[in-house]
């Protein structure tokens, strides 16, 4: 029998939402990827596990904070629930990769050790040794940060001293 006519099944028997895998685990919760057989398309269920009174209402508290929110941004959400597992809401599911992959990709190579003899391209200049690069980036860095935040610079950094 193939995925969807098991799904059809499932459906037929009553069942809302048919479990597609894990997407994600935490210290007090699981999200699932799930067909939901009355909408007729996968989405995520957030399912707290085990806890008590105070988090059950954190958790209803975070499904109307975010039920309440409208941005592209951001993941919309479906529908807060309860059953024989547990409290649950629904929400639509973001193909991506997690937040861990995307700071540190794997597919990059490592980074480079540098010492004061490397040559480095400034701002599309000759390159120059990395000893004499360093206080022009570090100075134009400082006045970039200052005016950033609305001040002045108060100083040059000398290097090397």
Same mark, same amino acid.
């Given at each position: 029998?193939?995925?969807?006519?098991?799904?059809?099944?499932?459906?037929?028997?009553?069942?809302?939402?048919?479990?597609?895998?894990?997407?994600?685990?935490?210290?007090?919760?699981?999200?699932?990827?799930?067909?939901?057989?009355?909408?007729?398309?996968?989405?995520?269920?957030?399912?707290?596990? /085990?806890?008590?009174?105070?988090?059950?209402?954190?958790?209803?508290?975070?499904?109307?904070?975010?039920?309440?929110?409208?941005?592209? /941004?951001?993941?919309?959400?479906?529908?807060?629930?309860?059953?024989?597992?547990?409290?649950?809401?629904?929400?639509?599911?973001?193909?991506?990769?997690?937040?861990?992959?995307?700071?540190?990709?794997?597919?990059?190579?490592?980074?480079?050790?540098?010492?004061?003899?490397?040559?480095?391209?400034?701002?599309?200049?000759?390159?120059?040794?990395?000893?004499?690069?360093?206080?022009?980036?570090?100075?134009?860095?400082?006045?970039?940060?200052?005016?950033?935040?609305?001040?002045?610079?108060?100083?040059?950094?000398?290097?090397?001293?």
């Amino acid at each position: 029998m193939t995925e969807r006519a098991e799904e059809s099944e499932r459906a037929k028997a009553g069942e809302r939402y048919i479990v597609r895998g894990e997407l994600g685990r935490g210290g007090m919760g699981v999200v699932e990827r799930v067909f939901d057989t009355e909408r007729g398309e996968e989405i995520a269920r957030k399912r707290v596990l /085990n806890v008590g009174a105070e988090a059950r209402l954190r958790f209803k508290r975070e499904f109307r904070v975010i039920e309440g929110l409208r941005h592209e /941004n951001l993941v919309a959400v479906h529908e807060l629930g309860d059953d024989a597992e547990g409290l649950f809401f629904t929400m639509e599911v973001v193909r991506g990769v997690g937040l861990l992959e995307h700071c540190r990709p794997t597919d990059v190579s490592p980074p480079r050790v540098l010492d004061a003899t490397t040559a480095v391209e400034l701002d599309g200049q000759s390159p120059s040794p990395l000893a004499e690069t360093l206080p022009t980036a570090a100075t134009a860095a400082t006045a970039a940060t200052a005016e950033s935040v609305g001040g002045t610079r108060r100083g040059v950094l000398a290097w090397p001293p």
